[in-house]
């Protein structure tokens, strides 16, 4: 194993807590505007337009995706693209820290000391994330980056990252939470991957030592 690709959200941290403390920010937000309540309807029918789509790589997905949920909230792309950058990119930065499982810190430091190039493929903008999260990594991208313009479960942004990395397909190890979307893009790429039911659970006593066994186990199916 030479190199290890993480997705970011639900597999770096835990994403149910930080949803609850952005539901709490959006409540007490409406208590004061109550015409922000728009907001959260706006961001609930961005994050369902965009699963049903997922499938649908039809190129400028940074674009069409504000497209997919102004045409279910019926409102201008533009209204969905200012709520969705306000509280599913940027409100949630300083909270990321205190939502990271223990233990990835110190995997990310053991792979680095043991010279394995970390790569990081999200379906979002992860840029920010990962230095909110205090994470460092050798190539990071996401699904609707120019390069890429792929949703998962393609496996152009996995290929990609090998590719960056210098590392052949099946000497890397994918790991992700969604079998459906992550578990999907690894095999559709020919990579080993991870699926993390419980990835707090899991990184707290993982290790490098762990992976190596994991990824030589998933290059003998």
Known sequence: ???V???????????RKLRIR???DMFFTMLRRPRSALEMKIVFDFRKAREENSATNCGCINKQQYE?????????ADQVRQAVEKWMLVRPLPYLSACRFNGVTKLFADLK?????????????????????GLEADV?????DAEVDCLKPAPKGLRMIAEKMHVPLEECL????RDDKDGECARRAGMPYLIL??????FARSGHADLTAIWRKSCKK
């Open 1 to 3: 194993m030479k190199a």
């Open 5 to 15: 690709i993480f997705d970011v959200d639900g597999t770096l941290y835990d994403q």
């Open 22 to 24: 952005i539901l709490f």
């Open 68 to 76: 997919w949920g102004a045409q279910r909230s019926r409102v201008p």
């Open 113 to 133: 000391a043991a010279s394995i190039s970390i790569g990081i493929f999200s379906d979002y903008p992860a840029d920010q994330k990962l230095r909110a999260l």
């Open 140 to 144: 990071i991208l996401s699904a609707v």
């Open 174 to 177: 994918f790991i992700g939470d």
């Open 197 to 202: 039911e419980k990835p707090g659970r899991y």
